[in-house]
């Protein structure tokens, strides 16, 4: 495939992540979805961001996978997105439960991307405790905003 064709796809893909609903559901899963437990994860299967979850992690899977059938190249797609390190960080620790409650593949393109991708392990792991302390810090500063 061309390097045109591919930078093609990855503007696509750009333009769908601007998408207003794609756009509130990428916004909370990435502020307000934080799960701790598989008990979270289905709990917002089952809130009024069940829309937004599966939307968030459908979009990254299939984004993945013209990647790993050769769509766009590995190199090409990470230089041009982060965004799937946070999302695979924030789920990788309930893949497991998650595959066995819903199904064997649920993220598989994902899982390989970040797999193939050298250091893209460490790099959901770094981006999942990145979100911690940021969530923390914003739970301080609003702690003394508040007058507590």
Request: hydrophobic letters at 45%; charged letters at 25%; zero cysteines.
């Amino acid at each position: 495939m061309a390097i045109q064709d591919e930078a093609a796809l990855i503007l696509q893909l750009y333009d769908l992540r601007r998408e207003d609903t794609m756009r509130m559901a990428r916004d909370w899963f990435a502020r307000d979805f934080n799960p701790e437990s598989m008990a979270d994860i289905e709990s917002a299967l089952s809130s009024e961001h069940s829309g937004h979850l599966r939307m968030v992690v459908s979009y990254w899977d299939m984004a993945a996978a013209l990647v790993q059938n050769g769509a766009i190249s590995m190199q090409l797609f990470n230089d041009t997105n982060g965004e799937q390190f946070m999302v695979f960080g924030k789920i990788e620790p309930f893949l497991q439960d998650i595959r066995n409650a819903f199904g064997p593949y649920f993220l598989t393109n994902l899982e390989k991307l970040i797999d193939a991708t050298p250091g893209g392990r460490e790099r959901a792991a770094t981006m999942r405790e990145r979100m911690k302390t940021m969530r923390t810090r914003m739970a301080a500063a609003q702690g003394k905003t508040s007058g507590a």
